[in-house]
């Protein structure tokens, strides 16, 4: 432990205590991360899945104690491509909020899923639209053919 004397010209010296680099939000984030780097999951592609992801995650937080400063900046080397560009629009203060964080990711992600499933409904009603005209078409070509 490192200790600073301060003081003026007739007065006391003081001391001041620097805080030991495991005090530190970098040193604490460094013991916690190297501690949960292998069992922490990676973010899954499946949007459906993500709730019980975050179920999991908070879970593992509380067996290893995580304090909440942390959760937020752990979590963020393990997110996908796709989530790091979701929590790429939050302000400082949304991430370092695990709670805001997790809420605007989650929000983010449904959007993405409601997107996804009215793309795929879209989708899904053009090739059923193209097999119903087509249909008829392959049949009189196949009697044309024999």
């Known amino acids: 432990m490192k200790e600073q004397i301060a003081g003026e010209d007739g007065e ?20 916690f991360g190297d501690t949960l ?19 999991n995650i908070e879970h593992l937080f509380d067996i290893y104690e995580v304090p909440a400063d942390l959760r937020s900046k752990l979590l963020i080397p393990h997110l996908s491509e796709r989530a790091k560009s979701l929590i790429g629009r939050l302000d400082v203060g949304s991430l370092d909020n695990y709670d805001e964080m997790k809420r605007n990711f989650c929000s983010g992600n449904l959007n993405l899923l409601r997107w996804s499933i009215k ?28």
Do not use: N
């Not at 003081?14 to 805080?19: G, I, K, S």
């Not at 793309?119 to 024999?146: A, Q």
């Open 12 to 31: 006391r010296p003081v001391r001041v205590r620097t805080p030991k680099w495991e005090e530190t939000l970098a040193g604490r984030t460094k013991r």
């Open 37 to 55: 780097w292998h069992v922490l999951p990676k973010v899954p592609t499946d949007v459906g899945q993500i709730p019980k992801y975050f179920g």
């Open 119 to 146: 793309r795929d409904s879209i989708r899904l009603v053009s090739v059923s639209m193209k097999r119903m005209c087509c249909l008829p078409l392959v049949c009189i070509m196949s009697f044309v053919i024999i």
